[in-house]
């Protein structure tokens, strides 16, 4: 009964679904480790922000170049502020509630500078009114602290890609502040922990590629799909050995087929038509020729 599993067309069957099944296990297996990765870097991050807070400020140079693990810790800068070249970072929300980060180039003394964001200040950075609420960085020589932050690309949350008037910055990182600054500037910008006020101090995010984000939660629904295609083709292997098995089973009982109602109902009228015709070699006695 079950020698059809040897024909060519169930060989191709049963290796189909041997592969198939390991590697949709293996795939839903991998995005359920990446979506466990992101949980526990995002533990890890509120971890690290919580110690960051608490402990002393390390020398920026010591933490770079900014990675997973450096992110978010307390990095701190010697320089002055450079006033004349300060940048509004339009668009920003904080608490649900619509603003702008306040961005002062710190020129540190190996010439480099270090972007410091200040602050956020609520409010619209194209209004005359709301931008005269930003005070003053001090003057002289400064020591500031903040979280250290990776360079923001286009991908990031908030930024701006198109054009900003003048004294405006859409993404904070070295690449788009090179040809708005006169000197170097470091990969890297710190968000200060003390911030004046109006301003509010902007709490630092998490890197990139870590935490509970979208990409995240794609990845659980991904494990889950490939998990339910592993269903789908143990069920579709059953369905077609289930019909293979009730087939036999009637070819051995000497069971026809079902021809389908298609068949059914061709049968009657060809019947009937081939009643209605005459036999061959009779004519009917309309067309027989009088004879003269």
């Not at 189909?16 to 533990?43: K, N, Y």
């Not at 890609?161 to 000197?183: F, M």
Request: aromatic share 8%; with cysteine; proline share 10%.
């Amino acid at each position: 009964m079950y020698r059809f599993l040897l024909t060519p067309r169930w060989w191709g069957i049963n290796v189909f679904a041997v592969l198939a099944i390991p590697f949709c296990l293996f795939m839903g297996s991998w995005q359920l480790g990446r979506f466990e990765t992101r949980v526990d870097s995002h533990h890890e991050q509120q971890t690290q922000a919580d110690e960051a807070r608490r402990a002393a400020a390390t020398p920026l140079r010591e933490l770079l170049p900014v990675t997973t693990e450096t992110s978010g810790r307390k990095a701190s800068a010697t320089g002055r502020y450079d006033t004349e070249h300060q940048l509004l970072v339009p668009d920003r929300d904080l608490d649900d509630r619509k603003g702008f980060y306040v961005l002062t180039p710190l020129r540190t003394d190996d010439g480099k500078a270090l972007p410091v964001v200040r602050g956020w200040v609520p409010g619209d950075a194209d209004s005359k009114a709301d931008t005269a609420k930003v005070p003053t960085p001090p003057p002289g020589r400064v020591t500031v602290a903040g979280a250290l932050q990776s360079s923001e690309s286009a991908t990031s949350k908030g930024v701006h890609t198109g054009g900003l008037p003048t004294g405006q910055l859409g993404v904070i990182s070295a690449a788009s502040l090179v040809n708005l600054l006169p000197y170097p500037v470091y990969d890297a910008w710190i968000t200060a922990t003390d911030a004046p006020a109006p301003l509010t101090p902007v709490p630092p995010a998490a890197p990139p590629n870590t935490g509970l984000d979208l990409k995240a939660f794609q990845n659980l629904g991904y494990t889950g799909e490939w998990f339910v295609f592993v269903g789908f083709v143990l069920f579709m292997w059953f369905r077609l050995f289930r019909r293979e098995v009730e087939a036999a089973r009637d070819a051995a009982l000497g069971l026809a087929p079902d021809p389908g109602p298609v068949a059914a109902s061709a049968t009657p009228a060809a019947s009937t038509a081939a009643g209605k015709a005459p036999a061959t070699g009779q004519a009917s006695a309309n067309d027989q020729t009088p004879v003269a």
